[in-house]
């Protein structure tokens, strides 16, 4: 707390104390209700980080001045946080990966069935180990591009606890059985309108941060930044309006009727793809891959282009989701039609990223970090291109509902977001912490085979289990009948549910072993120079 100063101090005290008191009246309304437990965790969560705020408000004020370097405390934090989430997150993916093949696993509890911990596996990756990523290296690279400090001493940590906060809440509530069924959207009102505070607050940090720079030019990577900021604003904003059955229950109905709740449910999902699962991660790749090849981004006109092109077409694309639906056919069509079109935008990122490392590809034979953004490229092109492909309506007759999907879904999640996320902080790890280097090269190396032996395990399973299911379940005999029954599309399954929990299981030692080379990085490797051009701009240069 030493770094905050006393106004800072008080004003994060008043904020805990005001979330103590909404964590009692949920617990006070709520009572037996799922609502009540929830407050009684916000009590816990408050509780637990006024303790070191009160301990340090009288403290004497920071003697350094403040903006003359960056602020990283929460960057690191965010990267703790981010692993530890990770961890979590595929550790519950390979549990219910396991359920499928052995259902036993679920030990005949409410809690532990596949319909409970598969939420806590999609909201624990996605968000819990994407989401505290994005926000970590969102304010490092809108810092260094911008050579401007954050414009703020105690909104960092809002947003950072305060997602978590979210996080836990989502998580927590699938475990006791609240959920509003909507995929990635699972967690319920009170949570959803915790999240709009603390995202609005980001929004606000990241522009005025913007608004501050040094630096005449927004680099491109805080153009996608900022479309993902304010885009997974509107989305959730629309997509969870909902009415809560009453002040004291934590169950809660969507506003939107039948067939217009599933348009603007996949609206929400396919963009939660763009813009949280994209978007984002390629603010990572444009920063982060150039750092690390040691050569400028190939071409900065092709990255504007996919930037708008990603912006634009990605917001109709939602509605491919719902082919051989009530949904009205022309819409079906409008999905498929801008799907299709967005193979150019989105290989355009792809091809500029693979372009940068020419003239370095003998730093990605002896880079195992290079490697990992690398290989995320090539996936990023190679999953971009199946989704196009299978929201063609013909081919979506075979794919849709089967594992295709899900090994598609994978082939992104694992081989684009984790590779990229993770190239990421092997390179932003020690200059964070000033370490000469990773505590150990051959670890990295050992992390990039696992995660890409576990990806590719994991995906050609899918793929191949969901052709089968697709091709089973329209097979007909001479009298029209089904050939194949549901139970029989199971058993041809058996071998590749084995075979996409051992997939799993490859990425979770993976992830587990770069926390492991994480931790002793920041423990033992020795502390390097410190770079005298890693410090914001003295001078101001008006801003265009």
């Known amino acids: 707390m030493g770094k905050l100063s006393s106004t800072e101090r008080q004003y994060a005290a008043v904020v805990l104390v005001m979330l103590c008191a909404a964590g009692i009246a949920m617990a006070a309304l709520g009572r037996s209700d799922t609502l009540g437990v929830h407050g009684l965790l916000v009590i816990l969560f408050a509780g637990g980080l006024l303790y070191p705020v009160l301990s340090g408000l009288y403290e004497s004020e920071p003697t350094e001045d403040r903006e003359a370097s960056y602020y990283d405390d929460p960057i690191k934090v965010g990267i703790v946080l981010s692993m530890a989430w990770a961890v979590f997150g595929m550790f519950m993916g390979v549990w219910v990966a396991a359920q499928l093949a052995w259902p036993d696993l679920a030990f005949d509890a409410a809690w532990s069935t596949f319909g409970r911990l598969r939420p806590t596996h999609t909201s624990g990756v996605i968000f819990g180990f994407g989401g505290n990523a994005l926000i970590a290296t969102s304010f490092h690279v809108v810092q260094r591009t911008s050579r401007a400090r954050l414009a703020g001493q105690f909104s960092p940590w809002f947003v950072l606890f305060g997602f978590n906060l979210f996080c836990v809440l989502a998580v927590s509530g699938y475990l006791l059985g609240v959920t509003q069924s909507k995929e990635y959207a699972e967690a319920e009102w009170y949570a959803d309108l915790w ?23 927004i680099y491109v990577a805080n153009w996608y930044f900022m479309a993902f900021i304010v885009v997974v604003a509107i989305l959730h904003i629309v997509n969870n309006l909902a009415l809560p059955v009453s002040w004291g229950h934590a169950k809660s109905y969507t506003i939107w009727p039948g067939v217009q709740d599933a348009m603007v449910q996949w609206w929400y999902g396919h963009n939660a793809v763009a813009f949280f699962l994209t978007a984002g991660f390629l603010g990572m790749l444009y920063y982060y891959l150039p750092v690390r090849a040691q050569r400028p981004i190939f071409s900065y006109r092709l990255s504007i282009l996919s930037f708008w092109g990603i912006t634009f077409f990605y917001m109709w694309a939602g509605s491919h989701h719902l082919h051989y639906t009530a949904l009205p056919h022309w819409v079906q069509t409008l999905g498929m039609t801008f799907s299709v079109m967005l193979l150019v935008p989105s290989w355009a990122s792809a091809g500029n990223a693979l372009l940068t490392l020419n003239g370095a590809w ?40 089967t594992d295709w999907t899900v090994g598609h879904v994978h082939a992104g999640a694992l081989g684009w977001v984790a590779l990229i996320t993770f190239g990421s902080f092997y390179t932003l790890v020690p200059t964070l912490w000033n370490r000469e280097r990773m505590y150990s090269a051959r670890l990295v190396e050992v992390h990039f085979w696992l995660a890409i032996a576990g990806t590719l395990i994991y995906v050609f399973a899918m793929w191949n289990s969901g052709i089968i299911q697709g091709l089973m379940w329209r097979t007909y005999t001479e009298d029209g009948a089904l050939a194949y029954s549901f139970v029989d599309s199971l058993v041809a399954m058996y071998p590749y549910y084995i075979a996409r929990a051992f997939g799993g299981l490859l990425f979770l030692i993976g992830a587990v072993v770069c926390c492991y080379n994480i931790w002793m990085t920041v423990r033992s490797v020795p502390l390097a ?15 265009e």
Do not use: C, K, Q
Not at 200 to 210: P, S
């Open 195 to 217: 999240l709009v505070v603390v995202w609005v607050t980001y929004f606000v940090l990241f522009l005025r941060t913007i608004a501050r720079r040094r630096e005449p030019h």
């Open 362 to 401: 003998h730093r990605v034979r002896d880079d195992a970090t290079l490697r990992f953004m690398m290989a995320a490229a090539v996936f990023y092109g190679l999953s971009t291109f199946e989704g196009s492909f299978m929201a063609i309506r013909p081919v979506n007759a075979l794919s849709h509902y």
């Open 529 to 543: 120079e410190r770079r005298e051009s890693d410090v914001p701009a003295a001078v101001a240069v008006p801003g």
